[in-house]
């Protein structure tokens, strides 16, 4: 028997955006603007004081600001077509695609100062230290300030914190994505600082007051040992948060129940508890390339003021004019694998390579852990934090796709989930009335 996910028109979301998106493009035009701020300061006052260092790391802001602007385009596109039927799995990979651009200008880049710097070696330049060492400097605090702005995000721009928040895995669990047929609603385990509590808000543009209507929710859990316990909310604007508080472990079926006066809604969710201090699960899944890809490239041009700022104090006092260029080249060599880490990430979700095969293999332990045999299985990212899965099983057992569908509720970055449930039974019956080849 063939049982697959398809769900008529208008009852499926294809939104797969990070869970951050809006603030992220928000801060990346934030970043825009203060680096072309500082570039039209440079190119007019260097331009008015005929220095052509200052004009020159002007236009070296202008490629700054070129790298943010692939970012928060790429931000704005994404959104405002995530609804756009002409893609099949939503807009979710456009900020891996615009981060994979942004490596090649990065790689770019670092062939250019690398360039530069060994020409410079062997032929050596003036260099107006006083001058340099200022501009420098300036470009230092601009950098440092995007950063901190693009730092508020909370993103994974070095692939060590978690990819939506950062946090301690104990400190907020995954958002459950629930698939109404007004929109998506996200319920999580919140207690990040504060006592743990419910949070159910609405994913997308729509607000929660219009996915909910006149319907009223609560959550009830049951947990291994069968107690059970219920949750009112509480409206606190941007979200309904429960009044009561949620004992440990994190361990249980939830049910969120919307109540209205046609008739009542039931979704069942798995919350699985992580632990203290724990990594949470596929970490590469939920990073944000768009942003990785806007901090390293304020990384790399901060990186870049240091190591310029420490050759010319070098050659400033002790006249070592060499050092210029050698930490030119090591700010090269820096820059050039930070690009090569982008590329690889970026190249590797654009060609739809496994993202986690940690997940994928926990997927298939779910799947075969009553006696089912997974045949097939294909996973990969559709977007910040959201994956696709085609899932192909082979049973003996009654069941049908919504049966296995349940099951792997307790993987909350599947977003998307195609199921194929095969009768075993019946292929061995096919394969026996199935006449000889003719060879």
Not at 111 to 130: C, H, K, M, Q, W
Not at 340 to 357: A, E
Request: hydrophobic content about 45%; charged content about 20%; overall charge negative.
């Amino acid at each position: 028997m063939n049982d697959q996910d398809a769900m008529p028109a208008g009852e499926h979301s294809h939104i797969f955006l990070g869970a951050g998106h809006a603030a992220n493009e928000r801060r990346t035009w934030t970043a825009i603007s203060l680096a072309g701020f500082m570039m039209v300061a440079e190119i007019a006052g260097g331009t008015l004081f005929g220095s052509l260092a200052v004009v020159a790391d002007g236009f070296h802001m202008a490629t700054h600001a070129l790298a943010l602007l692939i970012a928060a385009v790429a931000y704005s596109y994404a959104r405002t077509h995530a609804n756009d039927p002409r893609f099949v799995f939503g807009t979710g990979k456009l900020g891996d695609l615009a981060g994979f651009t942004s490596a090649l200008v990065l790689a770019m880049i670092a062939l250019l100062i690398g360039y530069e710097a060994a020409v410079r070696l062997f032929s050596p330049v003036t260099i107006n230290f006083d001058e340099a060492i200022l501009i420098a400097a300036g470009g230092l605090i601009v950098n440092i300030a995007t950063a901190w702005l693009l730092a508020g995000s909370g993103g994974d721009h070095h692939g060590h914190a978690h990819g939506h928040e950062g946090n301690d895995a104990h400190s907020r669990d995954w958002p459950r994505r629930i698939d109404t047929a007004r929109g998506i609603l996200l319920l999580e385990v919140f207690e990040d600082g504060v006592a743990p509590r419910f949070r159910l808000r609405s994913e997308g543009n729509l607000t929660l007051a219009s996915l909910l209507g006149d319907r009223a929710a609560s959550v009830e859990t049951e947990r291994p040992d069968g107690a059970r316990q219920k949750f009112r909310f509480a409206d606190r604007g941007a979200f309904l948060e429960s009044v009561e508080e949620i004992p440990e472990p994190h361990e249980f079926k939830a049910r969120l129940r919307l109540a209205g006066l046609d008739q009542e809604e039931i979704y069942e969710l798995d919350f699985v508890e992580h632990g203290h201090g724990g990594a949470l699960p596929a970490t590469a899944a939920g990073r944000d390339n768009n942003m990785r890809a806007a901090f390293v490239h304020v990384a790399a041009d901060a990186a870049v003021s240091v190591l310029a700022i420490c050759g010319l104090l070098l050659g400033r006092f002790f006249g070592w004019v060499f050092m210029d260029p050698v930490v030119g080249i090591v700010g090269a060599l820096v820059i050039a694998n930070w690009a090569y880490g982008l590329i690889r990430d970026t190249g590797g979700v654009l060609l739809d390579m496994n993202p986690d095969k940690t997940m994928a293999e926990e997927l298939r332990a779910a799947i075969e852990s009553d006696g089912d045999r997974l045949a097939d299985l294909h996973v990969w990212r559709l977007g910040p934090g959201h994956l696709g899965a085609i899932v192909s099983i082979m049973t003996a057992k009654p069941r049908d796709a919504e049966f296995y569908r349940t099951r792997l509720s307790r993987f909350p970055m599947l977003s998307h989930v195609t199921i194929e449930v095969r009768d075993t039974i019946a292929c061995r019956k096919t394969a026996k009335r199935s006449p000889p080849a003719v060879g």
